[in-house]
């Protein structure tokens, strides 16, 4: 299994599962043929659009559910655009740093969102760390089950993937703890 299908499956279903009903959706940055395939498991359901960050400046209203970041560095300038346009009960999730490669990136991504949100957490997978920032949906408590499990053929994602994401080892939890927003 290559690490792009597990960072498709998980920027994609794992923000999209811990929503309770997200009709509108944004995909900034690259986005490959999986993670289009990805994101139309959930077409039921939301409406996705994919765009460069011109698309955020484009919307006008605050009509957007989730956000997500494929690889696209976030900044003061790129989340007040998110915060014009994203719903009083919006998440974003986007890419950050390990903690162990680059422990203050991380920091300082979780530090920035978790100005604007009540809930900024770091999730690792592979080898891959990103950052799911909510207004209301926590990733552990309000996972959609009936969303998650019912996701057939994936090679990485599951409701038990998502928990254990958002698990580290106790020196880093300890590290996290006043920085990142649970």
Excluded at 74 to 98: Q, V, Y
Aim: proline content about 2%; overall charge negative; charged content about 25%.
């Amino acid at each position: 299994m290559k690490d792009n299908n597990a960072f498709n499956e998980m920027m994609v279903h794992l923000p999209l599962c811990t929503h309770k009903e997200a009709s509108n959706v944004l995909i900034i940055g690259t986005a490959d043929e999986d993670m289009k395939n990805q994101a139309a498991r959930h077409s039921k359901v939301s409406n996705i659009e994919f765009g460069d960050t011109s698309l955020l400046t484009s919307k006008n209203e605050k009509n957007i559910d989730v956000i997500i970041l494929t690889d696209v560095k976030i900044d003061e300038l790129l989340l007040a655009n998110i915060e014009r346009i994203l719903k009083a009960d919006g998440l974003i999730a986007f890419a950050s740093k390990a903690i162990s490669k680059d422990k203050e990136q991380l920091f300082a991504d979780l530090k920035l969102v978790g100005t604007k949100f009540w809930i900024a957490m770091p999730f690792k997978f592979g080898h891959n760390t990103s950052i799911l920032a909510s207004k209301k949906y926590h990733p552990t408590a309000d996972i959609n089950l009936q969303r998650s499990d019912l996701l057939d053929g994936l090679d990485y994602y599951s409701s038990e993937i998502q928990l254990a994401s958002f698990v580290f080892p106790a020196s880093e939890h300890r590290e996290l703890t006043g920085i990142a927003k649970r």
